[in-house]
Nanobody, 124 residues
Framework: QVQLVESGGGLVQAGGSLRLSCAASGLTVSRSVMGWFRQAPGKEREFVGR????????SYSDSVKGRFTISRDNALNTVYLQMNSLKPEDTAVYYC?????????????????WGQGTQVTVSS
């Protein structure tokens, strides 16, 4: 059974930083595309970024590019989302997602497993 558990959310002032963690069990993060998504109040869930399993290539939405970084610790089977220069519009519930091993994932519907989410609130 696959479980993804996010942690690290909280309240931070604009311009600050947070690092989210996604600890995986039942799945090896180095063999799966891992993604981060977020959902703000009253809005649809949106893509934040992802890291591929094969070559660890990362990609990001335009809204977070240059501020957010995804990384992976294979020994801990954990994926991270480092968020810098946070803005009030980054306020959302952040979700970790995983694709079945050795498969590609381009869009939200490609992902097979989801965490429960962690709240990030950025005050102005």
């Amino acid at each position: 059974q696959v479980q993804l558990v996010e942690s690290g959310g909280g309240l931070v002032q604009a311009g600050g930083s947070l690092r989210l963690s996604c600890a995986a069990s039942g799945l090896t993060v180095s063999r799966s595309v891992m993604g981060w998504f977020r959902q703000a109040p009253g809005k649809e869930r949106e893509f934040v970024g992802r890291i591929t399993w094969s070559s660890s290539i990362t990609s990001y939405s335009d809204s977070v590019k240059g501020r957010f970084t995804i990384s992976r610790d294979n020994a801990l089977n954990t994926v991270y989302l480092q968020m810098n220069s946070l803005k009030p519009e980054d306020t959302a519930v952040y979700y970790c997602a995983a694709r079945r091993p050795f498969n590609s994932a381009q869009v939200e519907t490609d992902f097979d497993y989801w965490g429960q989410g962690t709240q990030v609130t950025v005050s102005s």
